[in-house]
């Protein structure tokens, strides 16, 4: 397997191979032997070239996240030939804006066709007693909005999209 | 050895009219004492800990509290049937409701705490301020609304000591608001908080009270009998807090020298004493730099942070509680009371620091709590739980006991470290980070910390475990391309319901 | 507050030479200090805790402990090739062989433990007893074979003390043994002895010993630095055995004194000193009901039990072995040593009490440790372990702690009654009978209390466990019906593994 | 669902029906309303007429083996017709004796052929270092014996059968 990984605002590229029950993971060109092992619900214990880690991995398609202690880690995953043709197309595709957790939205700070910097403020859901305000993963212009004040919405409800 | 008489049971059977980790550590107490428990829940709750470990379990309505926690007639109607001898109300919720103490005497079950007369007069802040000066606990001193013309100003502020703050009357959010250091400066701040005032209130009054640097929250546990005996056990400092919230408290304070301890712990009897106060609760104090005390107000119930006190005194409070609610007079004296040793707690919430203390609610996937020496976790959860959004998001309190504190921050580190919740995201690498900082190693504490350690709250990349997390995702990636290369199609479940799906809207960040 | 001394961490890495419990706690207590850990597993134990919590972790061979565990060798390579400065050997395996010190000595690593020498004086039963005899510490009083002809029997048997205990010197299984009350019963009992052994062994050798009637298991805990100071931090009482394995221990004992603490406490300090003792060690007596003292041997290690001597003085002994390992010298007095409240130690075990403490390992199917006040759980498993066949079946140690002796017990019987552990059958329903035996409340204990009290290790029908159990399967049965009735076939994969299998072989017994 | 129920040396006839939401558990005519949530693994919470109680509960086929603390028993259901059938026959199938944990085999105590009694030895296995002596699970006769000294065997090997 080869792939190429997001972590943070760095790329790798990665190959995995099995080897007489170890798995040899290469990353920029640096071999790692690891003996992994998938325990209780998402905990593996991995020996790393003898040194041991406990991580839990929750995937979905090519994004992952991983747990070590309390530090959480997001990767992501694309194949070559993918990234390029991605890459082609300017990477940038909609974002649709869904909602962290069940809440009621408060206020909307923006409206359609307004243009959008990264981290701008866009709405705000309260939740839990607590006002949270959602901001734009990315900068672009708001193509819909799917809420208004008062709409009480479900985890994972779309908001917006970013486009 | 036979059972010693204050070990007797105090009751048969007790109703706790409460939720989460508080009521599963009241169940805990009752049932070392052979006493029968009574649990009540609402909708959200039928599946929580307090369900699950109590002999008896009822339910009483729907998620939100005002329409079961915080129903009076439910719970009574609950003990009336269950025959329950008393109703413990743990904390939150109606702990400080002198109405349910007093439908707890008409009804003849008692209520474990202190009279609704108590709890009346702390509960009004004004009340509970005049009350304190009348006994000779010191208040935050302060004047009435100012005339910008007296001529008597200064001496006034002289009186208070400099520093000094003027407030607006009808303030808030800082406006209005003005820290005054010396005599000199004193008239034309005020001129200029009173134009503040007028420009945001309309209403220019303002008023001058003490103003306290750096001040720490110290607080003082007392334990009252029936019987006119009232002990103070010790102090806990919980001024690391945000929003008001304490997040992380101790026992005993960094600071507090014995004979300090001695001096605010008779502050807190006297406090007790004013209100004719039974059973255990805690007066709030504002520790200035320089050592002095100011009420700030007691908490007529069971504290949050009632473990380190307990690590440290080798104390039961909640059977103490229950004792003394039946009547059992205190088995010791001011001098029996030892500190041994030093206790931290820090609160496992289900929220994110890096992002403003955001509640994270949701399902539990995977639960590891750390144990071994020196390590009590207080919670309320289990593998498989989902954290409902109608409540306080906290998950468990994390304490540890060291032979000093040196030592229970080294056993805090170790056992956060071991602590393993898989679906949420949790206060946990908060306070790794907080246990690993050296103004916290030093004990530099105050209420303004975080503020003054932002660092503390800030999400940060570190290339060694972006590498883990590569090395562990490419095993996961790599071993889900193997199965689906080898299973048939309809058997690709995993990742459903993962907890990625609520990362979707942020996507990524950089 | 910046680090005192005695806390600046005294290896920088460590190699735990062990696996199970006592590998993650002395883990536990190396991460507290700083120090990095290096773990070794044998095949078996790749999956196992200690492998998950150690910094680096090394495969040392298969399953059987001479192959790994046991392999000196093995060992000291890894130790050189990970750069740990110190092997710790836990308890059992290398822990007591002067081969794995010399082998340290010779690599230049340090051994967490006293000297070879030492080790070998306190491991041979002949050298042991002589050098206590000449350390002035009494022993078991007993007599070389004797000559059924001679005269002064009657003496011998008047110095030991009656009763005494006549022995086949060959025997074994209770055979040519004979217990004498009083002088008159002496001549006939050592004939019908005498006949007995030579009936049963060929060899009519007896030799006389001090009787003990219902001796306490009474045990002292040293802890000696390389400076020519030892302390005795109180004694532990395990009299309650199987096949002289200690299923529960505690500290103080229900019946040691202040002033026999001091007496026993000065006997095993020159127990230790007799053989320049360095580190934690255990010296241990039989008590006997008089109050008499008996040396039996001195366990150059850490023991099982040593947590409840830590819950009660709130010493670390891990912390001080590795510190004293180091050259750190203690840091208090026997003055300073303080005890406080009461320890109880419950062995959890993957066994069957009730059919002669036959070991059940087996998969782990569903783990929830109990917490909240007063309980720590020094566990090496996990939810989804197995248990492996080749080594001792320990889950964990269960202690609580308690202000006094009824409070550790009443919460030891709330832990058990939280700790779940399904999937295989564990030694907490046993502990769970004991902490609610009157004579075990009492205090009454010795090392025959299961002999005398068999009802404690019988199975018993419980027609109200009976009636749970009737409704929980109706409801588990009807549920897999509803389920069978709207799923595919291939779908019915619950109930296998399922540990019912594991009484497929017993069926029904009644 | 209506069904037999055999715990301990008792029978029960035991009927089960579901009613908003709850069940109703009839056990020799006792009715019971429980709330039952399956929760972690194989642990239920059982809330049986406002009683609390927490099991955990493993089958296989018609045989339930129920935790309720350190306590377990076994449950056996058979629906009554199946059960007359049985009885008609004898109910004295062949018994397979297997073994409980794998282990060494270190003496046989019968021969094909003897007759045994209840709870009489048949063989001994070595597990983690003690002997465990099996026993018979019912009076009859050996009618094989499929292991000897020294044979090492397997959890649920199958070591005699008793007709």
Known sequence: MKISAQVGDKLA???????????????????????????????????????????????????????????????????????????????AGPAEILSVMPGKVVRVLVNEGDAVEEGQGLLVVEAMKMENEIEAPKAGTVKSVHVEPGTTVDNDALLLVIE | ????????????????????????????????????????????????????????????????????????????????????????PGYGFLSENGDLARACIEAGIKFVGPSAEAMYAMGDKVRARNAMIEAGVPVVPGTPPLDPDATDLVDRANEIGFPVLLKASAGGGGKGMRIVREEKELVSALAQAAGEARASFGDDTVFMEKFVERPRHIEVQVLADGHG?????????????????????????????????????DLAVKAAKAVDYEGAGTVEFLRGND?????????????????????????????????????????????????????????IIAEDATRNFMPCPGTIRGLRTPSGPGVRDDGGVYSGYTVPLHYDPMI????????????????MARALDEYRIDGLTTSISFHKKVMRHQAFIDGDLHTGFL????????????????????????????????????????????????????????????
Chains 1, 4 share one sequence.
């Open chain 2, 291 to 347: 050592g002095s005390y100011y009420f700030m107000e007691m908490n007529t119930r069971l504290q949050v942070e009632h473990p380190v006190t307990e690590e440290v005194t080798g104390m039961d409070l909640v059977k103490w509680q229950l004792r003394v609610a039946a009547g059992v007079p205190l088995d010791r004296t001011q001098d029996d009371v030892e500190l041994h040793g030093h206790a931290i707690e820090c609160r």
């Open chain 1, 13 to 91: 590229e990665v190959s995995v191979s099995r080897d007489d029950g170890l798995l040899i993971v290469t990353i920029d060109g640096v071999e790692h032997r690891v003996d992994a092992r998938k325990l209780e619900g998402d905990f593996y214990s991995m020996l790393v070239d003898g040194t041991s880690y406990e991580v839990s991995v929750e995937g979905n398609g090519d994004k992952y996240l991983v747990r070590h202690g309390a530090d959480e880690q997001k990767v992501t995953f694309t194949d070559p030939g993918r990234q390029a043709r991605a890459a082609a197309g300017g990477g």
């Open chain 2, 229 to 265: 005996n009232c002990l103070y056990l010790g102090e806990r400092e919980c001024s690391i807090q945000r929003r008001h919230q304490k997040l992380i408290e101790e026992c005993p304070s960094p600071v507090v020298t014995p004979e300090e301890r001695a001096k605010i712990g």
């Open chain 2, 1 to 88: 050895m036979s059972a010693h008489p204050k070990f007797k049971k105090p009751f048969d059977k007790v109703l706790i009219a409460n939720r989460g980790e508080i009521a599963v550590r009241v169940i805990r107490a009752c049932h070392e004492m052979g006493i029968r428990t009574v649990a009540v829940y609402s909708d959200a709750d039928r599946e929580a800990l307090h369900v699950r470990f109590a002999h008896q379990a009822f339910n009483i309505g729907p998620p939100p509290s005002t329409e079961s926690y915080l129903r009076i007639d439910k719970i009574m109607e609950v003990a009336k049937q269950s025959g329950a001898q008393a109703i413990h």
């Open chain 2, 451 to 510: 503020e003054e350690h932002p660092e503390l709250v800030k999400a940060g990349d570190n290339e060694w475990l972006q590498q883990i997390a590569v090395v562990a995702a490419a095993v996961d990636h790599f071993r889900r391309q193997e199965q689906l290369a080898t299973r048939p199609r309809g058997d690709r479940r995993r990742g459903a319901g993962s907890a990625w799906k609520r990362y979707g809207g942020k996507g990524w960040r950089r």
């Open chain 2, 396 to 411: 468990s309190k994390l304490v540890t006991w060291g032979s000093d504190r040196e030592q229970a921050i080294e056993r």
